[in-house]
């Protein structure tokens, strides 16, 4: 399928051309409608996460290949929020390239079942494979922009975070590869470390869970 353009609902006048182009689009394909099915499951606590759901459904409408990296104007990616069974500390790495403390996470690589991307990397980036998943959908849904690096021209990541629960055990394994340290953090220190907004807000409303 042809490529198209990425649409943002940035301003009234935007969303006007962003509509017009999306009706010329064939229909979707059954693997599309599968993922946005999926995706419309979302939790929505405000507007902010509304906008982004209509952002990526806009996306995946209008890029078939929205789960390979292939796609260079973005694609999918699937990420953990992992707390311990007390839901005290969240599990973070140290990400090499970016140089910051975030979610485990990474590419689909055309995997549609975005669960099993998360479950995948978290055991790849720390070694934590016995997870429970809290939330049946995402738990947040985030737009980022990822900077050029190694030939590879900036591009967005429009991630699919998942809510889990594991052991909380100290014996961590990160990938030397890509990370620098996997730890455990007490929710109540994130803010304190300098955690970004993107991982704050997630992290923030596990309190909400009953």
């Not at 995997?111 to 055991?123: S, T």
């Not at 190694?150 to 991630?159: E, I, T």
Request: include cysteine; charge should be negative.
């Amino acid at each position: 399928m042809e490529r198209r353009a990425v649409y943002t609902h940035s301003a009234t006048a935007e969303e006007g051309i962003a509509w017009d182009a999306m009706a010329d689009l064939p229909p979707p394909s059954a693997a599309v409608l599968d993922l946005l099915g999926f995706l419309a499951t979302a939790r929505r606590f405000d507007e902010r996460d509304r906008d982004t759901l209509r952002r990526i459904e806009e996306f995946v409408r209008a890029n078939e290949d929205c789960l390979l990296r292939s796609n260079l104007a973005g694609h999918l990616t699937g990420s953990a929020f992992v707390v311990d069974r007390g839901r005290e500390r969240l599990l973070l790495i140290h990400h090499k390239a970016l140089g910051r403390w975030l979610q485990p996470g990474g590419h689909a690589d055309g995997d549609p079942d975005l669960v099993a991307v998360a479950r995948r990397e978290v055991l790849e980036e720390t070694g934590v494979g016995a997870l429970d998943l809290l939330v049946p959908g995402p738990w947040d849904l985030d737009i980022h922009l990822i900077p050029e690096r190694r030939g590879v021209p900036a591009h967005l990541h429009y991630d699919v975070r998942f809510l889990f629960s594991a052991g909380g055990g100290t014996d961590l394994q990160s990938d030397e590869r890509e990370v620098h340290a996997a730890a455990w953090v007490p929710l109540a220190d994130l803010a304190s470390l300098g955690i970004e907004e993107s991982v704050l807000r997630p992290a923030g409303r596990i309190a909400l869970l009953q």
